[in-house]
């Protein structure tokens, strides 16, 4: 129903900045959410933030915020994560998702994509 695309994973220093943007395709009238989540090796994935086409700021997990800014467009069904001040720790598998806002602080997601990889060199 709805395809993700992710892009801008590869290889950075430690203390230095990555882009990654996400492009939904398909059914994209059926989705007003869009957001970030991350596997690192050995671990569970987790949140890194999301937001909702019709209300409020973009989330984050506590963990990140300050380094890490979510920015959407809404018309052009995508989202974009911009990491700052990179550590060795960030290393992971970074998963797009996509799916329903369903309270302004609520998020369903339906949709995920294959995941980008970014690994940060100490």
């Known amino acids: 129903q709805v395809q993700l695309v992710e892009s801008g994973g590869g290889l950075v220093q430690a203390g230095g900045s990555l882009r990654l943007s996400c492009a939904a395709s398909?059914?994209?009238?059926?989705?007003?959410?869009m957001g970030w989540f991350r596997q690192a090796p050995g671990k569970g994935r987790e949140l890194v933030g999301g937001?909702?086409?019709?209300?409020?700021?973009?989330y984050y997990a506590d963990s990140l915020k300050g380094r890490f800014t979510i920015s959407g467009d809404n018309a052009k069904n995508t989202v974009q994560l911009q990491m700052n001040s990179l550590k060795p720790e960030d290393t992971a598998v970074y998963y797009c998702?996509?799916?329903?806002?369903?309270?302004?602080?609520?998020?369903?997601?339906?949709?995920w994509g294959q995941g980008t990889r970014v690994t940060v060199s100490s």
């Open positions: 998702a996509a799916g329903r806002q369903t309270s302004p602080n609520t998020y369903e997601y339906s949709y």
């Open positions: 937001s909702g086409w019709s209300s409020g700021s973009p």
């Open positions: 398909g059914r994209t009238p059926s989705i007003d959410a």
